[in-house]
C-alpha cells in the first residue's frame, strides 16, 4: 500500500530552535492530518487540514496544507523538551474513504 | 473525553500461539482500525471495519484476521503467532464524516 514520503526521519535540535518538517506524495489528497507520539502512547492528532492552502495553527504549532494537494508542512516554534516524540503526517485520499495513510514518522529529539 | 482502550499494553506469546487483542472506543464510532507500527516503516494498517460484522482488509493483512461483532469493540486475531509479527499495534476509531482518527495507547507485543 501506499505511503507518504515524510521528512527528515529525525532530527536532533536544541530547545528554543524552530523546527520544520514536511510530507510529500506523488498523488492527491483530500485531507491532511498531523500527529504526535509521545514514547509509549498511541499517537494524539495535533492539527487537520481540509483545504488546499490552508494554514492552520495550534498554539506553537503551525501546518499548512500544500496547494498541489500532495504534500504537507509542520512547523513547531521555540521548541521545548515536551516537543520530544514522534511526528506522524497522514492523509486521506479519497473523499469519503475512511482509511488513513501514513508517513513514515520524523522523530524530534531536543537538547536542554 | 473521548477514549479508545487496548486490553493490554505488553504482551509476550510463544510461537504458534493464537492471540487476541482487544481495542473498546465509548465514541459511538462508526471505523475501527488496526494497525501495526515498526521502527522506520510508520503505522500500517492490517484491518478496519466501517459497520458491525464488516471488515476490509488494510495493506499487511496476513496473518490476521479480526471480529467486530458490536459496534464498540474491534478485535485482531493473529491466528498462529510468528515471531516477524513482534511489534506494536494500535488501535484507532473515527467518526463516519470525517477521517479524523483517535488511538489506543498501544499493545507492544513480543512473540518468542
Known amino acids: 500500500g501506499q505511503q507518504l514520503n515524510q521528512s527528515p526521519q529525525s532530527m536532533f535540535i536544541q530547545e528554543g530552535e524552530d523546527v520544520s518538517m514536511n510530507c510529500t506524495s506523488s498523488?492527491?489528497?483530500?485531507?491532511w492530518l498531523w500527529y504526535k507520539q509521545d514514547p509509549g502512547e498511541g499517537p494524539v492528532l495535533l492539527i487537520a487540514?481540509?483545504?488546499?492552502?490552508e494554514l492552520t495553527s495550534n498554539g506553537r504549532l503551525t501546518a499548512q496544507f500544500g496547494i498541489t494537494r500532495k504534500d504537507s508542512f509542520l512547523n513547531i516554534s521555540a521548541s521545548i523538551p515536551s516537543d520530544v516524540g514522534i511526528y506522524f503526517c497522514?492523509?486521506?485520499?479519497?473523499?469519503?474513504?475512511?482509511?488513513?495513510?501514513f508517513g513514515q514518522g520524523t522523530r524530534l529529539t531536543i537538547n536542554p | 473525553d473521548v477514549k479508545v482502550t487496548q486490553s493490554s499494553r505488553y504482551l509476550v506469546k510463544r510461537t504458534g500461539e493464537k492471540v487476541f487483542l482487544e481495542c473498546v472506543q465509548d465514541?459511538?464510532?462508526?471505523?475501527m482500525f488496526w494497525y501495526r507500527q515498526d521502527p522506520g516503516l510508520g503505522l500500517r494498517l492490517i484491518y478496519f471495519?466501517?459497520?458491525?460484522?464488516?471488515?476490509e482488509k488494510g495493506d499487511i493483512p496476513e496473518g490476521y484476521s479480526v471480529s467486530r461483532e458490536k459496534k464498540e469493540r474491534f478485535s485482531l486475531i493473529l491466528e498462529s503467532a510468528s515471531t516477524n509479527q513482534t511489534s506494536m499495534y494500535l488501535c484507532?476509531?473515527?467518526?463516519?464524516?470525517?477521517?479524523?482518527?483517535?488511538f489506543g495507547q498501544g499493545t507492544r507485543l513480543t512473540v518468542v
Open positions: 484507532a476509531s473515527s467518526p463516519w464524516t470525517v477521517p479524523e482518527a483517535f
Open positions: 497522514a492523509g486521506q485520499q479519497i473523499q469519503g474513504a475512511q482509511k488513513l495513510v
Open positions: 487540514l481540509y483545504k488546499a492552502g
Open positions: 471495519s466501517y459497520d458491525v460484522k464488516m471488515k
Open positions: 498523488s492527491i489528497f483530500n485531507t
Open positions: 465514541m459511538d464510532h462508526e471505523n
